[in-house]
């Protein structure tokens, strides 16, 4: 499995050159932590509704994150 990098723009993690998120190219393969944030429901459930970690990262979709990228 590749080594996974983490997007410093939105702590998405992913093997790619380009995030999938947010189409940032600043990655990073410094980070500590992995938050994996499930679907809901519904897949257009926002998980800041329901996480208190999606909230505190901003994370408004599911996937994997990086808790810290430096
Ligand atoms: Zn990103």
Not at 13 to 39: A, F, R
Not at 45 to 67: F, T, V
């Amino acid at each position: 499995m590749a080594k996974m990098r983490a997007c410093r723009t939105c702590h998405y993690l992913t093997t790619e050159d380009q995030c999938p998120n947010c189409k940032g190219t600043s990655l990073s393969t410094s980070y500590t932590g992995i938050v994996v944030v499930l679907p809901g429901k519904s897949p257009l459930d926002d998980p800041r509704k329901s996480s208190y970690i999606a909230a505190r990262l901003n994370i408004d979709k599911p996937g994997k994150y990086a808790l810290k990228v430096r």
